[in-house]
């Protein structure tokens, strides 16, 4: 599942926790962090005592925040000599660490997510189309024209990078660093709808209407358009979401690569 | 938009404001971002020909490299050097080497890319000194498949020109406003790769904005295309693009700076003598 992952820089993960409920956000800095790929299946996690100095928390909290992982089977620990705890590896079930993502999100949070993602993203699209000089516009059409969206792992990954073109286009740097730091955070998440080969052919048209808006200087058209787009992932978050909470599992053709 | 026609002559404003190197006028401002580039261009081809001659083994080469950039990168009060004669900081926010496919030993495109200190960066964190850009950190740059595609390469790539892309908002190495230079390195009739840096915008800003404000009227430094490097027209600001819907570009009087693809654009209207 490497291919659709975009962590950002993996220090990240381990700087240091500053408020309440401190294993909780332990175990949850390293679920990201697994869920998107930084720390990789089979990879040893640091010892105990290295997690407590990064994250700057007691022993004690470590050890209460990996009981979390795993309980939520995203983790094992092997006792003795190349002992540690390692994350699952990769042939465990399918969708194991995206339905405990979804577990772990209230829908009140997944719905949140998408709002404000759709706010970053409509912003970036508004000032793109404002802001793209013709030759912009064109790049941008001609890198989406070999964009692939036929198979899941390509349509998250360009999907991504179509947002992130967005971003480029608005000429902001804080856009930019937000939109690079949203889909490292959520991008699995956000792009889960993207299994679904209806749900690709729908964004790869709104890409098309997307692209055309900027190449027009329509901001407010851009604007509509990747907000609908962005409506239909984030259905799609809640869609699961009630799956798993029913008992059952993501739909293997959602979370499956090909 | 075409660079204008108009020549120094014209434009010259007569002096209003002292500026810190005498009389302020279009013109002397477009010379400054002339000889600021001037000197960029002249440590590039310095590289250039230092690389050009040197091995194509991975080691080397990227030690040869990292001893070219990472000084002027790090140039500051306590180390001068000229491109830091008239800042605290180097202008240079990145510098490298970027090698061709198959010039460097069972490689694709060879990055010996090295950063500048990132302060404040949110998403980078800090960094003290120079370090080598690691584009196993850049995951989130996947989609652009092929970085030859991209205009800092393709375009010395084809015409063997020293190429000016920017400004932008670059996402592969600092997630900042920028513009990057880059010259082809030629061994014999093949492109080994390309030389680049990065003029960090904040930082050239603060060299030139005391220029441009000891103009009374706003001055606006532009690319080719037209898009807004530095301004002290509170309504375009950097990043737009000249001429918009708010400032017709018949508003404007244009003046190139020697040996860029930039403009010095300062308004018509303000200048109370026509010449």
Known sequence: ????????????????????????????????????GVLTPGERLPSEQELARRFGVALITV?????????????????????????????????????????????????????????IAE??????????????????????????????AGARTNAGGFYLELAVLSQSARLVREQIRLQAEFGPLLLLGLGDPGTREQVVRLNGEVAAAITHGDGTAARTLVADQVLLLGEWLLIMKARIERGGHLDDAIVDDA | M???????????????????TGEATAASCAAEVGEIFARVFGILSEWREAIAGASADRADLDELVESLVVPALLASAESPTDLASATTESILIGAGFIAAPQYVTGRDTHFAWWLGPLASNPL??????????????????????????????????????????GPYVDQLCTCDFIITLTMPVRLDERMIGVVGADV???????????????????????NQVGRVVISTEPTLPAGDILPNRRHPLNNYELLPCPGTPFLVATRAEHDPVSN
């Open chain 1, 123 to 152: 912003g970036c699209a508004e000032r793109a189309a404002l802001r793209a000089s013709a030759a912009d516009a064109e790049r941008l059409g001609a890198w989406l024209l070999h964009a692939d969206f036929t198979s899941t």
């Open chain 2, 200 to 222: 960090y915008v904040k930082r050239l800003e603060q060299v030139l904005l005391p220029h441009f404000l000891a103009l009374s009227g706003p001055v606006v430094l532009i």
């Open chain 2, 124 to 165: 980078l964190g800090n960094t003290s000194g120079a370090s080598r850009l690691d584009l196993a950190t850049r995951v989130h740059t996947e989609y652009l498949r092929d970085f030859r595609d991209l205009e800092w390469y393709a375009v010395p790539e084809s015409t063997n020109q020293t190429h000016v892309t």
């Open chain 2, 2 to 20: 075409t660079p204008s026609s108009t020549t120094p002559e014209t434009t010259s404003h007569p002096l209003r404001t002292p500026g810190p």
């Open chain 1, 63 to 119: 050890r209460e925040g990996l009981v979390i992982l795993r309980d939520a089977g995203l983790v094992e620990t092997r006792r003795g000599r190349g002992g540690g705890s390692f994350v699952i590896k990769a042939d465990a079930p399918h969708g194991t660490l995206l339905e405990a993502r979804l577990h772990g999100l209230a829908q009140v949070e997944l719905s949140d997510l998408g709002v404000y993602f759709s706010t």
């Open chain 1, 1 to 36: 599942m490497k291919a659709q992952l975009r962590p950002g820089a993996r220090e990240a993960i381990f700087a240091q926790l500053i408020e309440a409920g401190r294993a909780e956000q332990v175990a949850r800095r390293l679920t990201d962090a697994i869920i998107l």
